[in-house]
């Protein structure tokens, strides 16, 4: 935490839903009380390619308008983007990442550049799968996020997504419960090395 | 009352014109507007408001359809971005000089080339001499509040000149921030009902909209238009009072933000004036005296205040979102060191090119601008009037 409150750094691939989880997000904090910032990073926009979106989430207002270089988090929708991005450029060394990938913790360190700070990993397709039929990384990840970050309380967390949701999805309702099941089963799955 | 919510930029504004319910809205995509019309037409579809919405072939259509709308007798308006601005570039001469009161929600991107969709200003500078007003804003709140502002002002007797709400594009348009709205009635309330006083469409009283001048009464209406440009100022403000006797937010031509007793001051146009201010709360409290000047409205140039505001300061840095490759600077720093000039104001005035194309520009960058000005103030340094800020190649200053 700075003046600036909660920085948080998104990468993903045009069409994963990286941009939208952070407006997600953004918008789940402001529900909370919070000043939000959730925005993205355009290249030339194209599915597939490396994006970037930022959080900014504080309890003062938000007045700084420029990209995000020194994250408290990062979190990577993608894993093959370890490959050809600098994920953890400029991450605070008592920070941390979040990497959507089956491979455990200790499996994935040495891809991290030497980071030191905590790394967790999380097997978003997996949960998507089971929970939704479908692979849609972002709302395992959007749990994540806010699971390692602590920008509000779990229970407090699930019930303005099944608001949101409820909302958000009034006319394909049955695809509600199992985005909630997928939020409450990235939970469980991170509890124990929160 | 109002009510607290989160939206972008483009949001904001597609949300304001919904509460005006203009007219006539003749609009052609582009990025990073496109919001705005797809989201009036939402509304329009879900029976939220029924302006007139006309989906055309081009911006040059868009501009026409708008000004002859506006002519015919309706609030009228339409949406732009960058190139989507420069192909009106004809009809927006045609707006003002029409004294079409007709607004314009531009969303500031770069001009061609390298082809580029980020922000920057070139394409509102670009049109500084078409006889629009333009009014430019910090954040999504900003953007949504002048535009509730805009007909008000252009629509005032005195003024009678179409108006350009600017926010940029990417940076406020597409990022969520916390806003408060105002409520449906208030904002009919505080724009009113459009009242032409004269239109094409008023069959008792036929006029002529457009014709050709001759050359002994042509010079006559172009300083006609000039003065309703200067008139317009005191309607900005007037405006901008009653906006905030209603809805609790002020403004002014310009904010001074900590400038009272600053040494050096950085002088700023849309949303990285939110950036400047946090440096400039970082520096105060290493014990700098620094501040900031936010130009608002940029036409008309409120040269005499802006030089009056510079006056106890030792030096300024111009910040400029645009190029005008004319050796010395963009048409910020050339219009304020006119005014420092006219009146008598001998401080130093050094300009800045940053932000083009999407160029990020980060606290960082305000820090080392005002060291180089401190720099440039009690060590004498010598650099050039006109540099550019965070360049992948070292700059030869």
């Given at each position: 935490?700075n003046?600036?409150?909660?920085?948080i750094?998104?990468h993903?691939?045009g069409?994963?839903?990286?941009?939208?989880?952070a407006?997600?997000?953004a918008?789940?904090?402001?529900?909370?009380?919070?000043?939000?910032?959730?925005?993205?990073?355009?290249?030339?926009?194209?599915?597939?390619?490396p994006?970037?979106?930022?959080?900014r989430?504080?309890?003062?207002?938000?007045?700084?308008?420029?990209?995000?270089?020194?994250?408290?988090?990062?979190v990577?929708?993608?894993?093959?983007?370890l490959?050809?991005?600098?994920?953890?450029?400029?991450?605070?060394?008592?920070?941390?990442?979040?990497?959507n990938t089956?491979?455990?913790?200790e499996?994935?360190?040495?891809?991290?550049?030497?980071?030191k700070?905590?790394?967790?990993?999380?097997?978003?397709?997996?949960?998507?799968?089971?929970?939704l039929?479908?692979?849609?990384?972002?709302?395992?990840?959007?749990?994540?996020?806010?699971?390692?970050?602590?920008?509000?309380e779990?229970?407090?967390?699930?019930n303005?997504?099944k608001a949101s949701?409820?909302?958000?999805?009034?006319?394909k309702?049955?695809v509600?419960?199992?985005?909630?099941?997928?939020?409450?089963?990235?939970?469980?799955a991170?509890?124990d090395?929160? | 009352m109002?009510?607290?919510?989160?939206?972008?930029?483009?949001?904001?504004?597609?949300?304001?014109i919904?509460?005006?319910?203009?007219?006539?809205?003749?609009?052609?995509?582009?990025?990073?507007?496109?919001?705005?019309?797809?989201?009036?037409s939402t509304?329009?579809?879900?029976g939220?408001?029924?302006?007139?919405?006309?989906?055309?072939e081009?911006?040059?259509s868009?501009?026409?359809?708008?000004?002859?709308?506006?002519?015919?007798?309706?609030?009228?308006?339409?949406?732009?971005?960058?190139?989507?601005?420069a192909?009106?570039?004809?009809?927006?001469?045609?707006?003002?000089?029409?004294?079409?009161?007709?607004?314009?929600a531009?969303v500031?991107?770069?001009?061609s080339g390298?082809?580029?969709?980020?922000c920057?200003?070139?394409?509102?500078?670009?049109?500084r001499?078409?006889?629009w007003?333009q009014?430019?804003?910090?954040?999504?709140?900003?953007?949504y509040?002048?535009?509730?502002?805009?007909?008000?002002?252009?629509?005032?007797?005195?003024?009678?000149?179409?108006?350009?709400?600017?926010?940029?594009?990417?940076i406020?348009?597409?990022?969520?921030?916390?806003?408060?709205?105002n409520e449906?009635?208030?904002v009919?309330?505080?724009?009113?009902?459009?009242?032409?006083?004269?239109?094409?469409?008023?069959?008792?009283?036929?006029?002529?909209?457009?014709?050709?001048?001759?050359?002994?009464?042509a010079?006559?209406?172009?300083?006609?238009?000039?003065?309703?440009m200067e008139?317009?100022k005191e309607?900005?403000?007037?405006?901008?009072?009653?906006?905030?006797?209603?809805?609790?937010?002020?403004f002014?031509?310009?904010?001074?933000?900590?400038?009272?007793?600053?040494?050096?001051?950085?002088?700023?146009?849309?949303?990285?004036?939110?950036?400047?201010?946090?440096?400039?709360?970082?520096?105060?409290?290493k014990?700098?005296?620094?501040?900031?000047?936010k130009?608002r409205?940029?036409?008309?140039?409120?040269?005499?205040?802006?030089?009056?505001?510079?006056s106890?300061?030792?030096?300024?840095?111009?910040?400029?979102r645009?190029?005008?490759?004319?050796?010395?600077?963009?048409?910020?720093?050339?219009?304020?060191?006119?005014?420092?000039f006219?009146?008598?104001?001998?401080i130093?005035?050094?300009?800045?090119?940053y932000?083009?194309a999407g160029?990020?520009?980060?606290?960082?960058?305000?820090?080392s601008?005002?060291?180089?000005?401190?720099?440039?103030?009690?060590?004498?340094?010598?650099?050039?009037?006109h540099?550019?800020?965070?360049?992948?190649?070292k700059?030869?200053?």
């Open positions: 935490m003046s600036h409150g909660i920085e750094r998104w993903g691939r069409g994963q839903g990286a941009k939208t989880a407006l997600l997000l918008d789940v904090c402001f529900k909370t009380g919070a000043y939000v910032q959730g925005f993205p990073e355009y290249g030339p926009e194209r599915m597939g390619a994006i970037t979106a930022f959080n989430i504080s309890d003062k207002e938000i007045r700084v308008h420029s990209n995000i270089y020194t994250p408290d988090l990062v990577v929708v993608d894993e093959t983007l490959d050809s991005v600098d994920v953890t450029a400029g991450l605070k060394e008592d920070g941390a990442i979040i990497i089956p491979k455990s913790v499996e994935i360190i040495p891809s991290l550049k030497g980071y700070g905590k790394v967790f990993t999380i097997d978003a397709r997996k949960i998507s799968v089971e929970a039929g479908k692979y849609f990384p972002n709302s395992p990840m959007l749990a994540a996020a806010v699971a390692v970050s602590k920008v509000m779990e229970h407090e967390f699930i303005e997504m949701y409820e909302h958000k999805f009034a006319k309702p049955e509600i419960e199992g985005n909630m099941k997928a939020l409450t089963m990235t939970f469980d991170l509890r090395s929160l | 109002s009510k607290k919510d989160r939206m972008s930029g483009n949001e904001a504004v597609a949300y304001a919904r509460q005006i319910n203009p007219d006539v809205m003749p609009a052609f995509p582009i990025t990073p507007s496109t919001e705005i019309p797809q989201l009036v509304y329009i579809a879900n939220e408001m029924d302006t007139e919405f006309i989906p055309v081009s911006e040059h868009s501009m026409s359809a708008t000004v002859g709308a506006e002519a015919a007798g309706a609030r009228s308006l339409t949406a732009t971005s960058s190139c989507g601005l192909l009106m570039w004809e009809e927006l001469l045609i707006a003002a000089s029409n004294r079409m009161p007709c607004a314009l531009l500031n991107r770069t001009l390298p082809i580029n969709i980020n920057d200003h070139s394409d509102g500078m670009g049109a001499d078409t006889g007003i009014i430019y804003a910090e954040t999504n709140q900003e953007a509040d002048n535009f509730i502002q805009a007909y008000p002002i252009a629509e005032d007797k005195r003024v009678h000149l179409p108006i350009m709400i600017c926010q940029d594009g990417f406020t348009s597409h990022a969520v921030q916390n806003i408060e709205l449906d009635q208030d009919k309330d505080f724009v009113g009902e459009y009242n032409p006083e004269e239109y094409l469409l008023n069959t008792g009283n036929p006029i002529a909209i457009g014709p050709y001048s001759i050359s002994n009464y010079m006559e209406a172009r300083k006609a238009q000039e003065m309703a008139n317009s309607v900005i403000i007037e405006v901008a009072k009653k906006y905030k006797e209603k809805f609790g937010r002020g002014e031509l310009f904010e001074e933000y900590r400038t009272a007793d600053a040494d050096y001051i950085m002088l700023i146009m849309g949303s990285a004036a939110g950036t400047a201010k946090q440096a400039v709360d970082d520096l105060r409290e014990g700098y005296k620094v501040g900031v000047l130009l409205v940029f036409r008309p140039f409120p040269a005499d205040e802006i030089a009056k505001a510079l106890n300061c030792k030096a300024v840095a111009i910040m400029e645009t190029e005008s490759y004319n050796g010395h600077g963009g048409p910020l720093a050339s219009e304020v060191r006119a005014g420092l006219e009146n008598g104001i001998n130093k005035a050094v300009c800045y090119t932000g083009l160029r990020d520009f980060t606290v960082e960058h305000v820090y601008i005002f060291d180089e000005l401190k720099d440039v103030d009690l060590n004498n340094k010598k650099v050039k009037q540099r550019y800020i965070n360049l992948r190649t700059e030869e200053n």
